[in-house]
């Protein structure tokens, strides 16, 4: 059974840092794009990031690049998302999902498999 789960979500203080993982069970990541998403309450799911198979390419949404960078060892099969500088704007469940076709892209259409979500509440 394929399955993604992230870990790493919680409360930080606005300014603060977290890092999200998206470990992979029963399938090798090592084949897929893996980009991650968030949804805050009463918004739509919006594209974070994301990062080929390889890793040699990243693609970041403007609210984000600077400040968080997607990376991943696809020997420990798992990608991170490290977030720094955060703002209350941040807040949302976070996702990863894997894309088999490489379309690099943060469109929600283009992947497959998705994780449950980890809460990250940037909070004074």
């Known amino acids: 059974q394929l399955q993604l789960v992230e870990s790493g979500g919680g409360l930080v203080q606005p300014g603060g840092s977290l890092r999200l993982s998206c470990a992979a069970s029963g399938f090798t990541l090592d084949y897929y794009a893996i980009g991650w998403f968030r949804q805050a309450p009463g918004k739509e799911r919006e594209g974070v990031s994301c990062?080929?198979?390889?890793?040699?390419?990243?693609v970041y949404a403007d609210s984000v690049r600077g400040r968080f960078t997607i990376s991943r060892d696809n020997a420990g099969n798992t990608v991170y998302l490290q977030m720094n500088s955060l703002k209350p704007e941040d807040t949302a469940v976070y996702y990863c999902?894997?894309?088999?076709?490489?379309?690099?892209?943060?469109?929600?259409?283009?992947?497959?498999?998705w994780g449950q979500g980890t809460q990250v509440t940037v909070s004074s």
């Open positions: 999902a894997a894309d088999p076709e490489e379309a690099g892209v943060l469109d929600l259409g283009e992947y497959d498999y």
């Open positions: 990062i080929s198979s390889s890793g040699g390419s990243t």
